[in-house]
């Protein structure tokens, strides 16, 4: 592979000041490290031998229009959201169709599909692939539903990143759950998504490839230490509610103790799950390994977050791939989709 023109697409946006009337619960946010991903990924390309350059989309439409004004080989897609619209992501890769770019990750049905957590869970349950059980209400609306049985946890059918789902996500009684409802439809501008809620083990199943798919080493967030009482799940606490106890002490680390069927079992499941959701390139599909060894499929993210420290930067490096190996695959993978 040659030298390339290599764009790095990324969201930045001012986040408005927030009101000082207002006494309500305002729900965590992704936050950013001090290294950001977007540098990592250019100094990699850069030690690849490519030119890499950074272009951020604001929020601004003149931010979008610039993307069709600039020559490039490729677009390495890392954009999230638009204007701090968390659910944009698969706009912005109908935009790079649209004008003809060729870009990194998922398109945007893979996008769309592993987004919308309902419509995801219903293809899944397509192809044979177990999903915990569901009812799907919006504005007192209940338009899909299964029969459902508490605890069950309550979350927005169209977010990421665990946002909206906070530990009283997880209710066991008709009026937790109604306020719980209340508030999403609130905050967020979104179905929600009333699961059943799923004892077990958080495991994260990375996977790389196109025509041949394969699954990555299997991570798991330990979820142990969270104090008693707290139910078991990756909230938005654990993943952006830096300096509390959630945050400090829950740590994702390779799982060396499961067995070779298990093994087998949670893989084969996120390539079929990688498959039946149109993804490509990159994703990191969530589980739960329930006590009884049952695999339950809890979503899957398309373009996971990949900074060098990230779950599905560690399974590469499990894998034998380290960051740099990474990223070249993740180029190569999307040039050879494009016949490049």
Not at 183 to 208: C, K, Q
Request: glycine share 8%; proline share 4%; with cysteine.
């Amino acid at each position: 592979m040659g030298k390339l023109n290599i764009l790095v697409l990324y969201d930045r946006w001012d986040e408005p000041e927030e009101s000082g009337g207002s006494t309500e619960k305002a729900p965590l946010t992704r936050t950013l490290d001090k290294k950001e991903v977007e540098d990592e990924v250019a100094e990699t390309l850069g030690k690849l031998g490519h030119e890499a350059t950074l272009h951020v989309l604001d929020g601004s439409l003149k931010s979008l229009h610039a993307v069709a004004r600039i020559d490039c080989d490729l677009v390495f897609n890392l954009a999230e959201s638009f204007a701090g619209n968390d659910l944009a992501d698969y706009c912005i890769a109908a935009y790079l169709e649209l004008i003809n770019k060729r870009f990194t990750g998922s398109g945007s049905h893979g996008l769309l599909y592993s987004q919308d957590k309902a419509a995801a869970k219903k293809i899944l349950e397509f192809h044979g692939i177990h999903t915990p059980v569901f009812a799907r209400s919006f504005r007192g609306r209940l338009d899909f539903s299964h029969d459902l049985q508490f605890p069950v946890i309550v979350k927005p059918a169209r977010e990421d990143g665990s946002i909206g789902i906070e530990f009283n996500a997880v209710v066991s009684s008709i009026r937790e759950l109604m306020e719980r409802i209340d508030w999403l439809h609130a905050n967020f501008d979104s179905p929600v998504l009333i699961e059943e809620y799923v004892e077990g083990r958080e495991m994260y199943v990375g996977v790389i490839g196109n025509d041949n798919p394969v699954a990555l080493p299997i991570v798991e967030l330990d979820l142990s230490k969270l104090p008693e009482g707290t139910p078991r799940i990756a909230g938005a606490e654990v993943k952006w509610g830096k300096g509390t106890r959630a945050y400090r002490d829950t740590k994702s680390a390779i799982a060396d103790d499961l067995s070779d069927e298990t093994v087998s079992l949670l893989q084969t499941t996120a390539v079929a799950v990688f498959q039946a959701l149109e993804l490509r390139d990159y994703a990191r599909i969530d589980m739960r390994l329930r006590p009884d060894g049952r695999v339950a499929v809890i979503e899957a993210n398309a373009n996971p977050w990949l900074a060098s420290k990230a779950e599905f930067s560690m399974a590469c490096r499990k894998s034998g791939r380290n960051y740099t190996q990474t990223i070249e695959e993740i180029v190569e993978l999307a040039l050879a989709r494009y016949g490049a």
